[in-house]
């Protein structure tokens, strides 16, 4: 059974800044994840599925409007989850509405946490790289249009690579 995720990309050049950065701060897997802020998290389907899956993923893009981002800033989840993450400060509203959005139907799936938009730069490392983290990208910040999503696939040995790209098709009401 495959492994797909939903995800917001991170445009250039920041995705790979971010991805770069995740690396040099010790998470190994960083070269297999792309930058994105997650809409559905890694979900195991039946082949059969995915056809009725992308379906899905192409009504709820066609209902939804392009919107701003703008990342600034770190936080973490620690204690709960050894995670440092850039912060979004505008947009959050816009991708809890996508993911509630894409999270129906056949991607109906529970979370383990509650559902809060933001971009991983550090996951599963120790206490001070995580320190390290979340103080060195303190003043990161990128403005961006999301334009579309993504469906994802993992792949043992290549890690999560895109697949398909669904964009968003709403009326703008800006």
């Known amino acids: 059974m495959p492994t797909i995720g939903v995800a917001v990309a991170i445009p250039e050049p920041w995705a790979t800044q971010l991805q770069d950065y995740r690396t040099a701060v010790g998470d190994t897997t960083a070269t297999m994840i792309p930058t994105h802020v997650t809409l559905v ?11 009725e899956v992308e379906k899905h993923l192409e009504e709820a893009a066609a209902q939804a409007s392009s919107f701003a981002v703008h990342l600034r800033g770190t936080g973490t989840f620690r204690p709960v989850s050894p995670v440092v993450f850039v912060t979004l400060v505008e947009g959050i509203s816009q991708c809890e509405q996508l993911a509630k959005a894409v999270r129906r139907g056949p991607l109906d799936v529970e979370l ?15 206490d001070d790289a995580l320190d390290r983290a979340f103080a060195e ?12 999503f993504h469906l994802y696939v993992h792949d043992e040995t290549e890690g999560w690579r895109p697949t398909r790209d669904f964009p968003l098709q709403g009326a703008t009401s800006r």
């Open 41 to 51: 998290p890694p979900t195991e389907i039946d082949d059969a599925e995915l056809a």
């Open 112 to 126: 383990q946490y509650p559902y809060h938009p933001h971009v991983t730069i550090a996951h599963h490392l120790e």
């Open 137 to 148: 990208l303190a003043d990161f910040e990128c403005e961006f249009e999301v334009s579309g």
